[in-house]
């Protein structure tokens, strides 16, 4: 794994914190080629504000653990968007209704979609 990005790295400890605390609907999109924004997308759906609130606690402390990084809030569970800017790895964490609304996997079709659990 020493071959692998650091950015890679936070994204799989994300995704791992998510899919312990039950997200849904977990994708990862490489957006390096299209963006100097982020490196990756980490986009996942939970079906209510505490849902929401749990999943971005959960990733947050985790990255905080691992990596030393707890990343910046934008939005809130009642929005139904909650954004966490890592640098190079951004997550969203979207009510269903709300990620349907946005589509950014539409926005970013043309990204490379690195992993998607359902």
Partial sequence: MSSTSPALR???TLVEALEDKKGEDI???DIS???PIADYFVLVSGHSDRMLDTLVEAAREKAQAQWGVTGRIEGTARSG????DFGDVILHAFAPDVRAY????????EARVVLHIQ
Avoid: A, F, I, Q
């Fill in 81 to 84: 968007w909650v954004l966490v």
């Fill in 27 to 29: 994708l990862v999109l």
């Fill in 10 to 12: 936070l994204t799989h």
């Fill in 33 to 35: 080629r299209l963006s």
């Fill in 102 to 109: 946005y589509d950014l996997e539409g926005l970013w079709s």
